[in-house]
């Protein structure tokens, strides 16, 4: 089944619905002159507290990217003091993510030393113990990235600890974690799905967004 | 020196070489160390291998690259166990330099040498561990000085010895494993076998018949009519016999072997065809085809409790292994199966369409499973702690039911002429036969028996009694002495070489060993 797209123009949609669905996706990722440009043309207001905290968190998330944890965490508890004493599971993350900069750049004594110092009083809580055996485990490898747990060094496992990051700081300052326009997609893509399954076709294909913008 | 190539032995098999080689390990192994030494000086052949001599000293001296090279040199190793050697060489030569506080050479030593290996990712992982606290993987936060050094090196050295294959080294206790591979199938293939003694390795074993039951020795007359069923009790001390004529009886074993009658049970009033003994001796159940069951005390021989009344009648019955529940089943198929404790309170049942008439019931002795025949011909093994089941379905009517002493074997009789054995566990897919009795009208019986319940035993309707050893499927030994129907078997648990047998006859035989001439004769003097 899929709804005739005709219906869709049955339903108004406020132009600061948008415009608000747009600012909180902007804010949420750091998109400081985009944000600006955004303001300037419609004339909506972004207090300058909030644009404010915006450019520290951007500094933030950008030096976790780099691989520059200790500086993030730093900032961090200048900026939310207790978040990351209440919040052990990105600490240690984050600390990883240093530990892995120093082997990458085969400073293998520093870390070795940091490791001593900052990651193993984790190791006395169990569900740590897997994580740091694996973090620890790259220390057998002359190359890092051919041993089995290469992902730890990837792009994609940076940012998705800068993702954990980011979330845990705007809800510390009681922001939404996820912007307005995230959940959309989720919601659409979960009632469909939902729908799919309730009416049982083998059929229909899961429901790709991608094909379903495409087709509108 | 030894020629490598000289053979001993009648057929040129064996390398004399390698057969003075294991006898050397064998003498070190058994604590004679002048003797292997003075061997080792007298054939010129060493035990330990030349390779294996300057492996040994290069670990024990902690000259470790110098290990690792000598096992990239041994050509007679697998990649396999060669890396499972450089692990435990690496391993020791890592964390030496770990406990000396020497990190970067152990990092070294773990990139280099440790991490390339084929070994389970998990050990070099926690290795690395090591690095950053000692304490897990094994070692204090002690110095560790040389002394503790060298007693660790001689313990794993044996463990590196245990990787590393022949010829270099002889696999432990090569000799001993041998001969017991050699006695143990000769064993195996003794069709007489019945006792769990030593035996000697200065003949080929092989037991004659005079170790199982193959003549009268006794005949007990004291029933009245025909007799259904025989069991020796768990202990070997009693047997209980039942009969047509209404009552049970009580017999003691002596001393001497000779049986005497201790207590007749009546106050049944229809045959009764099943005893039950409790697992601890001390109670006996009986009931039959049309009748309750009931519950005597073994010492005394009073009847203690009566479980059911006549519009419930109970077909046989079996123990659990604490002597305090007992289950029993019905040929009333409304009846289904029920757990009693031994005061008469129901504690569960098992009813239902799905219950119809049950024949025959058991409990294994270990507790785990309670099996029953029902419809005649269903065999339904139920897991009683995980209330699991399954059903084995014959082609023919059953009738009997024997559990093995370990738990793990069934045997039904069935009226084609066959015994079939199953496992309890489920892993065969087709039992066992045994056959060459005759079965077709009556209710036949058959056991277990012998020393490691390696002999089954069974009536017959030609008036014989069958045994079999469980490894062939005909029998071993036919006994005759009964004038009719032979009904029911039993073989005494604890005096592995003697059996019952009772008989429409009226008689209840016991089998024993035949004597041999010159004992007897002795015997007469």
Known sequence: MDVDPRQYEQIKINDKDTHNIILSYLIHDCYKDTLESLVASTGLKVSATHLEDMEKRKRILHFALEGNALDAIHLTEQMAPDLLENNKDLLFDLLSLHFVELLCSRKCTEAIEFGKAKLTPFGKVQKYCEKLEEFMGLLA???PEKSPMFHLLSLEYRQHVVDNLNRAILEHARMPRYSELERIIQQATVVRQCLSDELGKDVLLPFSLKDFLKRS | MENSTTMIGPKGV??????????IQCLYSLGYDKSAACLESESGISYKSSEFKLLESLFLG?????????????????????????????????????GRGNDSLALSVLRKRISKLQVDRKEVHMLAFGLFSLGDVGWSDNNYDSDAFQELRSYLFNEVEKVIPPPITVPDRRLEHLVEKVVSSQISSCIYHNSLDQVSIYKDHRCGRDQIPTETVQILSAHKNEVWFVQFANNGNYLASSSSDCTAIIWKVLEDSKLVLEHTLKSHQNPVSFVAWSPDDTMLLTCGNSEVLRLWDVETGTCKHT??????????????????????????PKKGICMWDCEGNEIKAWRGIRMPKISDIAVTPNGEYLISIFSDRDIRILNVGMNTERVISEEHLITSLSVSGDSKYLIVSLNSQEIHMWDVEGNLKEPLTYKGHRQHKY???????????????????????????????DPIEVLSGHSMTVNCVSWNPKRHQMLASASDDQTIRIWGPTVREEKRCNKEL
Request: charged fraction near 25%.
């Open chain 1, 141 to 143: 490898y002359e190359e």
């Open chain 2, 14 to 23: 064996i390398k004399r070489h390698e057969f003075v080689r294991i006898l």
């Open chain 2, 62 to 98: 902690g000259d470790w690259e110098g290990c690792i090279d000598k096992l990239y040199e041994l050509k007679e190793m697998t990649d396999e166990q060669r890396d499972a050697a450089l692990f435990l060489v690496s391993r020791q030569y890592f964390l030496e330099c770990l």
């Open chain 2, 307 to 332: 479980f059911g009344d006549n519009g419930f009648l109970v077909s046989s019955c079996a123990w659990f292994p604490d002597s305090t529940r007992l289950v029993c089943g019905s040929s009333d």
């Open chain 2, 443 to 473: 209710v036949i019986r058959s056991c277990f028996g012998g020393a490691n319940g390696m002999f089954i035993a069974s009536g017959s309707e030609n008036s014989q009694v069958y045994i079999w050893n469980r490894r062939i499927s």
